[in-house]
Each structure stands twice: as structure tokens, then as C-alpha cells.
């Protein structure tokens, strides 16, 4: 991947308003990503999620541990049915090897809108547990990317790559 870099003062601004939405996120119809920042050194990356009423996705494990704030709408994990659910003002923490599954309330009336600060690896899983996929720091620069091109979108820049630089998408 080609990057074109600019240099920043010791923290760094993301207009996330501003961001293109990618589409049809890991193949799902309803799951649309934003890409704010990704540090592939540090196994960071932090992304806004918008789900449409009733989505599942499927089970998935992360190796490093997950903040998340929900903007609106409600959702919850399969494996947790006496738990909470996470709704406008919710926010989650999960430690790392953390295993489950998110499903979006069918009650919604609008998007689920999630704001999600991940570290390490998220494995996604098949029906047996066996690892199917994986999504890290370097895969979402890499898929944003590319669903971005594949919407004809522009590509934004972003504080994202080796270390923290506002770099171009290519």
C-alpha cells in the first residue's frame, strides 16, 4: 500500500461526521463502518459501527480487550441473556478473550450507531469454534479501503499506519 503522510502535533483530529461510511462491512447487509484511527504497531483501532434493526454477527473472540459507546439504538450478546443491554449512553468494556456473539434489538426503529476502541486481533468463528477470518488494525485500513474505491467514494485521510501519521488511503 502506497502512503502519503503529513506531519501532526502530538494528538490529532478524526471530523468522523465528515468520514465516508463503508458499506456492507465484513459482507453483512445492515453494517456500515467508519475507520477513525488504526495504530497497526500498537494492535489498535477504532471504529464507528451503525447496524441495522435485527443484525447478527456472527460469533467472534477478541484477543485484546474492547471499549465501546452506543450512540443509539440497542443491542446485546447471545451469551449473555440475563445481562444488560447496551443502549444510547451504554458503554462496554470486554476483556481480551472475550467470546460471543452481537445481535441488534428487532425492536429498533433506527440503526444501532456504536463507537468501538479495539485492541489486538478480533477472530471471527464458525459454527465449530474453528478461527474462519481475522480483522486487525491492518485489515480495516486494508478493507476500508477498498470498500471505499468500490463505492466510488474519496478516500479521506486518517491518522492510521505505523505509528500515528494523517495518512491518505490509497
Not at 470486554?94 to 440503526?111: F, I, M, R, Y
Amino acid at each position: 500500500m502506497a502512503i502519503d503522510e503529513l506531519t501532526f502535533s502530538e494528538s490529532f483530529h478524526t471530523a468522523s461526521n465528515d468520514l465516508p461510511w463503508a458499506d456492507r462491512w465484513g459482507g453483512l447487509d445492515g453494517v456500515r463502518l467508519k475507520l477513525l484511527m488504526a495504530d497497526i504497531d500498537a494492535g489498535r483501532y477504532v471504529v464507528r459501527m451503525q447496524f441495522a434493526p435485527g443484525v447478527l454477527v456472527a460469533p467472534h473472540k477478541h484477543s485484546g480487550e474492547i471499549h465501546a459507546f452506543t450512540f443509539s439504538g440497542e443491542w446485546s450478546y447471545l451469551e449473555y441473556p440475563d445481562g444488560p443491554s447496551n443502549r444510547q449512553g451504554s458503554y462496554l468494556f470486554e476483556p481480551a478473550g472475550s467470546t460471543h456473539t452481537l445481535k441488534v434489538s428487532d425492536a429498533n426503529d433506527d440503526e444501532t450507531d456504536i463507537l468501538f476502541v479495539m485492541s489486538g486481533a478480533m477472530l471471527h468463528l464458525d459454527e465449530t469454534g474453528a478461527v474462519v477470518a481475522v480483522t486487525d488494525a491492518q485489515s480495516v485500513i486494508r478493507d476500508y479501503a477498498a470498500l471505499l474505491r468500490a463505492q466510488n467514494e474519496v478516500l479521506p485521510m486518517l491518522p492510521i499506519g505505523r505509528g500515528i501519521k494523517y495518512t491518505q488511503l490509497v
